[in-house]
């Protein structure tokens, strides 16, 4: 029996490692403990709630406040009192978070074998996203596993000197998660805010990364104004992050514009996918966010200035807008106003982060590594 920890700590964290944890806990051969560090509380469980997960152990860190200081201090310390309670084979983080770090470097303080889920992904600068690209890049000095989503992802990694026999290609295991979702969704009742939208075209919107809080945000909003000003027909969904220094800048821009925009409390996984599919185009600075609508052909204006997903544009449903006003507001403008701009905005080639089976290949690949 090998002990395999999977530790989540955000809401993207949860959605991407819950078809991993289902598929791991269907092998014998496992026994599987999902540690939650808490980083997020209500966004974390609520996601691994549509998956009909409880985390095991929750380290339950959260403050109203947090530094990046306090995440990862606490996240390595919690992280690893716990693996020194409980020997483990293998610990598996996911992503770029601050738990990814802290939890992975836990383990390697402990020479626990660490398996990176969506390893790989680089934007080559180590500002943008911050502080995610430093995360992705000193997790992945540390691991010996990696699962990297697309080959382009593996060649980021061995160039930077990981041995070719540690990667494994594996797609993004937010397909099966979007996947598994959709299946669960059929006969799902519309959800309260399609009531509130009332037939008028619905454009989608989330922001949160920390790199556009303050003045970047506020312009962010002001596009959705100059938006609505040109087009009083449509209807913006905002399911507001929890993270205050985001809800309260976005609610002082945009409550005043409370017949063109719904605000809702994050959504559950299979409202926000009802979402996805309802809009026009979706206005989102979210990395998980663009491959989902890469999978469901949907058109996303990416409000970032890089991408470490160039699969999600060369596939063609997602556009780099960047975080200027008018360019945000020009594009959405040019989608809405012409159709055959936006028939055009279409996959150019098929399902750049897999078919829904990443999770299967990292089991595969997991059970290859303990050789059973
Ligand atoms: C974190 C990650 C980011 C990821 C994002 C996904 C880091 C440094 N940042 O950013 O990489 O893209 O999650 O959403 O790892 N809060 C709640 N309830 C919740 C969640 C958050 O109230 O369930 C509030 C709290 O006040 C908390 C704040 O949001 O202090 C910020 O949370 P934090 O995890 O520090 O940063 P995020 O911006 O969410
Ligand atoms: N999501 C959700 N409800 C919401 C907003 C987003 O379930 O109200 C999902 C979305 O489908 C994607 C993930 O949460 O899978 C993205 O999370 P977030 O934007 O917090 O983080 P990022 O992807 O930017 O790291």
Request: hydrophobic residues 40%; charged residues 25%.
């Amino acid at each position: 029996m090998k002990n395999i920890t999977c530790v989540v700590g955000t809401r993207p964290e949860a959605i991407k490692m819950s078809p991993v944890i289902l598929e791991l806990r269907k092998d014998k051969d496992f026994h599987v403990t999902v540690l939650s560090t808490g980083q997020h509380t209500d966004m974390l469980i609520q996601a691994l709630n549509d998956f009909g997960i409880v985390p095991d152990v929750n380290l339950n860190i959260m403050k109203k406040t947090q530094t990046l200081d306090y995440i990862t201090s606490s996240v390595l310390q919690g992280v690893g009192e716990f693996l020194d309670a409980h020997e483990q084979d293998m610990i598996l983080v996911h992503g770029d978070t601050s738990t990814t770090f802290a939890a992975a470097l836990a383990g390697f303080y402990r020479h626990v074998t660490v398996g990176h889920v969506e390893a790989g992904l680089r934007s080559h600068d180590l500002n943008l996203p911050f502080p995610e690209e430093a995360n992705r890049l000193l997790t992945d000095r540390i691991t010996k596993l990696f699962f990297a989503p697309t080959k382009g992802d593996a060649d980021n990694l061995i160039r930077e000197g990981i041995d070719s026999n540690r990667i494994h290609i594996t797609g993004n295991t937010v397909i099966d998660a979007l996947y598994a979702i959709l299946e669960s969704q059929k006969g799902m009742s519309e959800p309260e805010y399609m009531h509130k939208a009332n037939g008028r075209p619905l454009i989608l919107m989330t922001a949160h990364r920390r790199e556009s809080w303050g003045e970047t945000l506020r312009g962010i909003c002001s596009a959705v104004i100059d938006v609505i000003h040109k087009r009083n027909d449509v209807v913006f969904l905002i399911p507001l992050h929890k993270n205050p220094v985001v809800r309260d800048v976005i609610h002082e821009c945009l409550d005043a514009y409370s017949d063109n925009v719904i605000f809702t409390e994050p959504l559950n996984y299979p409202e926000f996918v009802y979402a996805m599919n309802r809009s026009e185009f979706i206005l989102s600075d979210s990395g998980g966010v663009q491959e989902e609508a890469s999978a469901i052909n949907k058109p996303v204006l990416i409000m970032r200035t890089l991408s470490e997903r160039p699969d999600a544009i060369t596939h063609g449903t997602c556009i780099l807008v960047g975080t200027e006003r008018n360019n945000i507001r020009d594009e959405s403008l040019r989608i809405l106003n012409d159709p055959e701009y936006m028939k055009s905005i279409t996959a150019k080639n098929i399902m750049p982060f897999g078919n829904g089976t990443a999770s299967i290949k990292i089991h595969e690949a997991i059970r290859s590594y303990f050789g059973i």
